[in-house]
């Protein structure tokens, strides 16, 4: 079959190929046949024994632009490979790269070879030896670079992954992700964020920084945000007090904080650095209604006009994690929460163009959840003609359900229970989603 397919190769324009290692040698038959090709996903599963594993069937391929490769160790994690996988790809041309892999040797070509071209980089290793070793660098595309660490994995420095994002400069940087490296709170991160932001000229729209590190001060945290007036969606350490107060939307200020963010997730650090506190919750009750109020009820309900032009978004989800050892710790953070008097969530009716209950948008809710959404479902039910048919007819009155910005319904509220090692872990999501836009 994998020589059929090869033989049409000159028709590929995108093609995806999984499996051993093994096919390389079917699939290296293709080589100098690719004029079509534009988009190509290789995601291999290598020997254990195999120390090296090279592919450079895809080096001539005059119209490839999008790359995702994924390379694995059979029957063995990310962390604990240590294989070296190479590609020859033409590198000066690409604009989507993603790497998935052991230990990388890509990441330094397209330094050398895709400044000029590459619009998006996403790469996740476990080494990366040649990260200190590249100089300045200016991808003036460059709109989303995310790199991170397999978790578990400790061989790439976090030094070395500062010092990496001091040397770059990218003035069209709209999302940045860094996450899953080993850093200390002590770190220097917002920094470093703060100064590739500026010395870039760039404004953020997404934003996510590893949870282990807090800004140095509220004055730092408040920094970052001013230069991120477009910022949508923001995944960082949950913030003191002081820093979550700054969150608060001020909608007649001359210069609001984000004021439009839709996405807001905030995450306790690891248990290495932190440990939950068991007289309070971990994130104050109050001051994250207040914030939530501030950019959701209160900016519907406000008969006060917007200064300076500015456009505003209403919240549209908020996320709460943190990882817990035992169920009594969850237990006592969740009535620490809900125990607290925190004030009424409500939006004036005249504001609503939600044409249903909120008891009927609740029902709704419930049964998607109980019949849908399952974890799992027997070959039975995935043949019952009933409940694909009930399914029909729920999202058919979910179609007619139209939302405005006056909606400010609270959908879900939810808890994840995952197993690690064998050991039970909670991590506790708390996961409010709003009618809102």
Known sequence: MLLVLAEGAHRWESVWIEGPGEIIEVVSLVEGKL??????????????????????????????RHVELSASIENRGPQQAEGIFYISLPWSQLEKYKASTPRDTSYPKLFQHSQQSLIKLK??????????????????????????????????????????LGQLTLPSLT????YDFLFTPTDPLYEIVINLIQRSGCSLKSLRLHSNVAPESVEQFVNLLEL???????????????????????????????????????????????????DRVFVDPLNFMRVVHSRTQDL????????????????????????????????????????????PFDIKPENSVLRVGRRTVLVWVNVL?????????????????????????????????????GDGLMLCVSTIVTFKSGVRAVCVVIKLTFFAR
Not at 236 to 256: E, F, G, H, I, Y
Not at 261 to 268: N, P, S
Not at 317 to 342: C, K
Request: some cysteine; charged content about 25%.
């Open 35 to 64: 004029q079509l090709l534009s988009k190509l996903v290789l995601r291999l599963a290598t020997p254990p024994d195999q120390r090296e594993f090279r592919v450079d069937c895809f080096a001539s391929a005059p119209l490839l």
């Open 123 to 164: 790469c996740r290793t476990n080494q990366l030896p040649a990260l200190n070793s590249i100089s300045e660098a200016n991808f003036s595309r460059l709109k989303k670079l995310y790199l991170m660490q397999y978790y578990g994995a400790t061989q790439i420095q976090p030094a070395d992954v500062l010092l990496h």
């Open 175 to 178: 999302h940045l992700k860094v």
């Open 228 to 278: 991120c007036p477009e910022l949508e969606f923001m995944d960082v350490r949950t913030p003191t007090d002081n820093m979550l107060q700054k969150l608060w939307l001020d909608r007649t200020s001359p210069a609001p904080i984000v004021p439009k963010l839709k996405t807001l997730v905030l995450r306790a650090p690891s248990g290495s650095v932190w440990e939950v506190p068991r």
């Open 300 to 343: 519907l309900n406000s008969d006060q006009p917007i200064t300076g032009g500015e456009t505003f978004h209403c919240l549209e989800e908020v996320r709460i994690i943190v990882h817990l050892g035992d169920s009594s710790t969850f237990y006592q953070q969740l009535a620490l929460f809900e125990g607290a008097a925190l004030p």
């Open 369 to 405: 959840q109980r019949n849908f959404c399952g974890r799992w479902h027997s070959t039975a039910e995935y043949r019952d003609v009933k409940m694909h048919w009930e399914m029909n007819r729920l999202m058919k009155e979910l179609e007619e359900l139209k939302i405005g910005p």
